[in-house]
């Protein structure tokens, strides 16, 4: 395998037309911040490069739309995009913008290298011309009614109402939207890259040397070059852009998609007077973070841009994500249905990892996923609250409560087996987070880190320290005993902070604090380590990491959701509205009478511990206390819940189920539960806490 000396990273650059929403986030620059945060903790020599696209054609439709120029445009949205990231821990070491003269500079030079290499072919074409402003019009100057469903307002690209990709010759009566006149046909001159050149070589670098790429970046890049690749044009006619540096091409700028991802190596030299060593020697690895979307330009035209100029290192990797959805629909600019970060931010302070651990969980990393704001509560209250918050919260109380605030010694002799499991759990943890980290499996890396706060969990529940401590007097290895649980628990607190780090770094932050520790603790090579805080330490006070998410906060983002809608709606007329969600299909059994209902005997109980099932994938073992006696259980639910999420849970039980062998355990009644929407089993249980062995009717 390739060693690599040094790391470029990069992320798409957001066009400076609009805020961005969580889509953007989830897409593809929480992936490289997370990425990118990783590598620095790892020491690695990395860069992380971040701007804003600020030509092409949506940021003149958005300045004629708001009656401004582009420049206007470029700089209030260039402001509250940067913002919005910086608000959200993505941690450029450069946000830089394509409007900048470092870049113009840039641009025209590799432009005009190319020129001056022969690269392009010089071709005259018809295309539409508005004589009243005399300028020609690109295909969303020009509107008309849509053949296919009759949108009076349709663009010649796209029908907004019906999503009908289109041509401006398909349109019907079709007028400038600059000056409402007919357009004429006009010959224009452009340059073209011959990119059916580039295929011989495209293949043998992609389809032979670049297997190991997600299958949507390398399925899609296969099919554009199984299809066949054509000449495209690399200039505009338009007076907003880098203006083609060659004589004989007045009144044209490069295509934005020439000249945007060059911003990549613009913005590095901005930063870097060392630019060439990340951008031309061949023991850098250069990584593109994008959405699928995007996938055609970074890994078809603008790699051939680079072998074409020449110097330039190739990317490494394409890490594209699929798009994120909201609420079961498509994000939707022109509708207004998303959700925006800057408005996130301000709605949410402080809680800005919820959200990075949200767009984590349920990052689109090989298929569109949906985020809905159920979804976002349900995993804020029951993961970061109930496992992640509720293990170092518990051991910062008990620490403070039972060893007199200060870091407890560790008694050797003392050692058990589970503590040597709790170590070894922790090296397997940290080979797996950076293993899936690597390979750009952020989902799987953010489930190991959790899986060590579930651990945590089950290791204090099992020990109990505040039983022993009912033992001070009687016991003289009690307050041993509690040390030995409480260290360990201080050292898995201090390497979750690790772990976390990459994904929530404000987190981790707050943990070091509680710790009184410096944050190069939070280095990658002190992962698994048992000795990162110091014994007899005093530590600061208990934080609460994390808060619940309430039922009426959920709602008013749905609200405001649909209110967003609703205000573009009446702005603009053409666009739709989302498709509502089809009503679920109810199935019904068999009509019952109630002396049948009667004979079932439902209890209140209390999971006192549970277990996986050797050899039974779906299966946990369950004891149910319910007041009177102890049930064992069986429930097929280890595919939804691990062991240690559900001790302390109350349940619905049947009790008077006839008992059942299953694996060769006797199962002693049945555990109640609902189906979601998504299909993850839940506990149809009391909502206010009753005591075990309370009846249900």
Same mark, same amino acid.
């Given at each position: 395998?390739?060693?690599?000396?040094?790391?470029?990273?990069?992320?798409?650059?957001?066009?400076?037309?609009?805020?961005?929403?969580?889509?953007?986030?989830?897409?593809?620059?929480?992936?490289?911040?997370?990425?990118?945060?990783?590598?620095?903790?790892?020491?690695?020599?990395?860069?992380?490069?971040?701007?804003?696209?600020?030509?092409?054609?949506?940021?003149?439709?958005?300045?004629?739309?708001?009656?401004?120029?582009?420049?206007?445009?470029?700089?209030?949205?260039?402001?509250?995009?940067?913002?919005?990231?910086?608000?959200?821990?993505?941690?450029?070491?450069?946000?830089?913008?394509?409007?900048?003269?470092?870049?113009?500079?840039?641009?025209?030079?590799?432009?005009?290298?190319?020129?001056?290499?022969?690269?392009?072919?010089?071709?005259?074409?018809?295309?539409?011309?508005?004589?009243?402003?005399?300028?020609?019009?690109?295909?969303?100057?020009?509107?008309?009614?849509?053949?296919?469903?009759?949108?009076?307002?349709?663009?010649?690209?796209?029908?907004?109402?019906?999503?009908?990709?289109?041509?401006?010759?398909?349109?019907?009566?079709?007028?400038?939207?600059?000056?409402?006149?007919?357009?004429?046909?006009?010959?224009?001159?452009?340059?073209?890259?011959?990119?059916?050149?580039?295929?011989?070589?495209?293949?043998?670098?992609?389809?032979?040397?670049?297997?190991?790429?997600?299958?949507?970046?390398?399925?899609?890049?296969?099919?554009?070059?199984?299809?066949?690749?054509?000449?495209?044009?690399?200039?505009?006619?338009?007076?907003?852009?880098?203006?083609?540096?060659?004589?004989?091409?007045?009144?044209?700028?490069?295509?934005?998609?020439?000249?945007?991802?060059?911003?990549?190596?613009?913005?590095?030299?901005?930063?870097?007077?060392?630019?060439?060593?990340?951008?031309?020697?061949?023991?850098?690895?250069?990584?593109?973070?994008?959405?699928?979307?995007?996938?055609?330009?970074?890994?078809?035209?603008?790699?051939?841009?680079?072998?074409?100029?020449?110097?330039?290192?190739?990317?490494?990797?394409?890490?594209?994500?699929?798009?994120?959805?909201?609420?079961?629909?498509?994000?939707?600019?022109?509708?207004?249905?998303?959700?925006?970060?800057?408005?996130?931010?301000?709605?949410?302070?402080?809680?800005?990892?919820?959200?990075?651990?949200?767009?984590?969980?349920?990052?689109?990393?090989?298929?569109?996923?949906?985020?809905?704001?159920?979804?976002?509560?349900?995993?804020?209250?029951?993961?970061?609250?109930?496992?992640?918050?509720?293990?170092?919260?518990?051991?910062?109380?008990?620490?403070?409560?039972?060893?007199?605030?200060?870091?407890?010694?560790?008694?050797? *002799? %003392?050692?058990?087996? /589970?503590? !040597?499991?709790? @170590?070894?759990?922790? #090296?397997?943890? =940290?080979?797996?987070? &950076?293993?899936?980290?690597?390979?750009?499996?952020?989902?799987?890396?953010?489930?190991?880190?959790?899986?060590?706060?579930?651990?945590?969990?089950?290791?204090?529940?099992?020990?109990?320290?505040?039983?022993?401590?009912?033992?001070?007097?009687?016991?003289?290895?009690?307050?041993?005993?509690?040390?030995?649980?409480?260290?360990?628990?201080?050292?898995?607190?201090?390497?979750?902070?690790?772990?976390?780090?990459?994904?929530?770094?404000?987190?981790?932050?707050?943990?070091?604090?509680?710790?009184?520790?410096?944050?190069?603790?939070?280095?990658?090579?002190?992962?698994?380590?048992?000795?990162?805080?110091?014994?007899?330490?005093?530590?600061?006070?208990? *934080? %609460?990491?994390?808060? /619940?998410? !309430?039922?009426? @906060?959920?709602?008013? #983002?749905?609200? =405001?959701?649909?209110? &967003?809608?609703?205000?573009?709606?009446?702005?603009?007329?053409?666009?739709?509205?989302?498709?509502?969600?089809?009503?679920?299909?109810?199935?019904?059994?068999?009509?019952?009478?109630?002396?049948?209902?009667?004979?079932?005997?439902?209890?209140?109980?209390?999971?006192?511990?549970?277990?996986?099932?050797?050899?039974?994938?779906?299966?946990?073992?369950?004891?149910?206390?319910?007041?009177?006696?102890?049930?064992?259980?069986?429930?097929?639910?280890?595919?939804?819940?691990?062991?240690?999420?559900?001790?302390?849970?109350?349940?619905?039980?049947?009790?008077?189920?006839?008992?059942?062998?299953?694996?060769?355990?006797?199962?002693?009644?049945?555990?109640?539960?609902?189906?979601?929407?998504?299909?993850?089993?839940?506990?149809?249980?009391?909502?206010?806490?009753?005591?075990?062995?309370?009846?249900?009717?």
């Amino acid at each position: 395998m390739k060693q690599f000396n040094r790391y470029l990273v990069t992320a798409a650059l957001p066009y400076a037309n609009g805020p961005v929403h969580i889509g953007h986030l989830a897409g593809c620059y929480l992936p490289s911040d997370i990425y990118v945060r990783y590598l620095r903790a790892k020491k690695a020599d990395v860069k992380f490069i971040g701007g804003t696209d600020e030509h092409g054609v949506p940021i003149t439709i958005k300045a004629m739309q708001e009656g401004v120029s582009p420049q206007d445009i470029v700089d209030k949205y260039y402001a509250i995009i940067r913002d919005s990231f910086a608000a959200m821990g993505i941690s450029f070491d450069i946000f830089s913008r394509t409007s900048n003269k470092t870049h113009h500079e840039t641009a025209a030079a590799f432009f005009k290298k190319m020129y001056e290499d022969g690269l392009f072919e010089e071709r005259e074409s018809e295309q539409y011309y508005d004589e009243k402003k005399q300028i020609f019009l690109a295909d969303r100057y020009i509107i008309g009614t849509c053949p296919k469903c009759g949108n009076e307002k349709a663009y010649g690209d796209q029908c907004e109402r019906c999503g009908t990709a289109l041509s401006p010759d398909e349109l019907i009566n079709p007028h400038s939207a600059l000056s409402d006149a007919v357009p004429i046909k006009k010959k224009t001159k452009h340059w073209y890259m011959p990119l059916q050149q580039y295929e011989p070589w495209l293949k043998e670098w992609i389809i032979d040397g670049h297997k190991e790429w997600k299958n949507n970046v390398y399925g899609q890049c296969k099919s554009w070059l199984d299809n066949g690749l054509q000449s495209r044009a690399m200039t505009r006619d338009s007076s907003w852009g880098i203006q083609v540096p060659i004589e004989g091409a007045e009144g044209k700028v490069l295509y934005v998609w020439f000249d945007a991802p060059i911003g990549y190596i613009s913005a590095t030299k901005e930063l870097t007077q060392d630019w060439e060593n990340y951008w031309c020697k061949e023991d850098t690895k250069l990584v593109h973070f994008i959405g699928k979307d995007n996938i055609v330009f970074h890994c078809i035209i603008f790699p051939s841009m680079l072998k074409a100029h020449g110097g330039f290192v190739l990317p490494d990797n394409v890490p594209a994500n699929e798009f994120l959805n909201i609420e079961g629909e498509k994000v939707s600019t022109s509708r207004n249905w998303a959700v925006w970060v800057h408005e996130y931010v301000k709605d949410f302070p402080g809680q800005e990892d919820v959200l990075r651990y949200v767009l984590c969980s349920t990052a689109p990393e090989t298929k569109d996923n949906d985020f809905t704001w159920k979804d976002f509560q349900d995993r804020n209250n029951n993961e970061l609250v109930a496992i992640l918050g509720n293990f170092v919260n518990r051991t910062m109380v008990l620490m403070h409560k039972l060893c007199g605030g200060k870091v407890p010694p560790y008694h050797v *002799e %003392l050692k058990d087996e /589970k503590d !040597e499991a709790i @170590v070894a759990m922790l #090296q397997q943890a =940290k080979q797996k987070v &950076g293993d899936a980290l690597e390979n750009f499996r952020f989902r799987d890396a953010l489930a190991e880190m959790m899986n060590v706060a579930r651990e945590g969990n089950r290791y204090l529940q099992e020990k109990q320290p505040w039983i022993v401590a009912k033992n001070l007097e009687s016991d003289p290895d009690a307050q041993k005993l509690i040390d030995n649980c409480l260290h360990v628990c201080l050292q898995l607190t201090a390497n979750l902070a690790i772990l976390m780090n990459p994904f929530m770094p404000f987190t981790a932050k707050k943990v070091c604090h509680m710790l009184k520790v410096v944050d190069r603790m939070l280095d990658w090579e002190n992962a698994g380590s048992m000795k990162l805080v110091s014994v007899g330490y005093s530590l600061r006070a208990p *934080e %609460l990491l994390f808060s /619940k998410v !309430e039922d009426e @906060v959920v709602k008013a #983002q749905v609200d =405001k959701l649909h209110e &967003g809608l609703k205000r573009a709606m009446a702005a603009n007329p053409t666009t739709s509205e989302p498709t509502p969600e089809p009503e679920p299909e109810v199935n019904i059994k068999p009509e019952i009478q109630f002396d049948d209902f009667a004979k079932i005997d439902l209890k209140v109980g209390t999971i006192t511990a549970a277990e996986k099932v050797q050899k039974a994938d779906k299966l946990l073992k369950l004891t149910v206390d319910l007041g009177f006696e102890q049930r064992t259980v069986v429930s097929g639910i280890a595919m939804h819940y691990q062991p240690g999420d559900i001790v302390g849970k109350q349940v619905t039980l049947v009790a008077n189920l006839a008992p059942r062998k299953m694996r060769g355990i006797e199962s002693q009644g049945m555990i109640l539960m609902a189906e979601d929407k998504d299909g993850k089993l839940v506990f149809v249980n009391p909502s206010d806490t009753v005591s075990p062995g309370s009846g249900v009717s």
